[in-house]
């Protein structure tokens, strides 16, 4: 049985998306959380944030239709800010507990980690500057190769 977030009449959940074409590669764009854009359309980076990242994902061949693309926590926070949720709070461990299954589902070659959220969901570490650019392979959400 799975947790999910304690939910008011204004809440809206911004689930992960599958890809829906296939590819040779097998990337999951992780971030932390939806913003004001994803909560109105419903779809997770599809912001002025998001329109960047696909820009630059478009122009290495990189399709946003074959990537994983999903959040830690698929809530928006108060005022966009991911600290106002606590770590071990219903909306980000319900959020955890989502974006684990789709990786399983998915089974990534690589995660892309955007933010501290995603880096601690798969280190337990904080501090995206000091691991940005290094690749590992995560301690936590599976054995996943990672790269901040």
């Given amino acids: 049985m799975t947790s999910e977030p304690i939910l008011t009449s204004t809440t809206k ?8 074409r296939s590819a040779q590669y097998r990337i999951a764009i992780i971030g932390e ?25 478009a122009k290495h061949g990189i399709l946003r239709e074959a990537c994983l693309v999903a ?5 928006r926070p108060p005022g966009n800010k991911i600290s106002e949720f606590a770590w071990v709070g219903d909306e980000i461990q319900s959020g955890l ?3 684990g299954s789709d990786l399983d589902v ?16 798969f280190t337990e ?4 500057s000091n691991w940005r650019g290094s690749l590992f392979m995560s301690t936590q959400m599976g ?6």
């Fill in 106 to 121: 998915f089974k990534p070659h690589l995660c892309v980690l955007l933010g501290n959220s995603a880096l601690r969901a």
């Fill in 97 to 99: 507990r989502q974006l």
């Fill in 13 to 20: 959940i911004v689930p992960n998306e599958q890809p829906t």
């Fill in 71 to 75: 959040n830690v926590c698929q809530v």
């Fill in 33 to 57: 959380a939806p913003g004001a854009h994803e909560e109105l359309e419903g779809h997770p980076f599809v912001g002025p944030s998001g329109y960047l990242l696909w820009q630059l994902c």
């Fill in 143 to 148: 054995r996943y190769k990672c790269l901040p």
């Fill in 125 to 128: 570490h904080e501090g995206i």
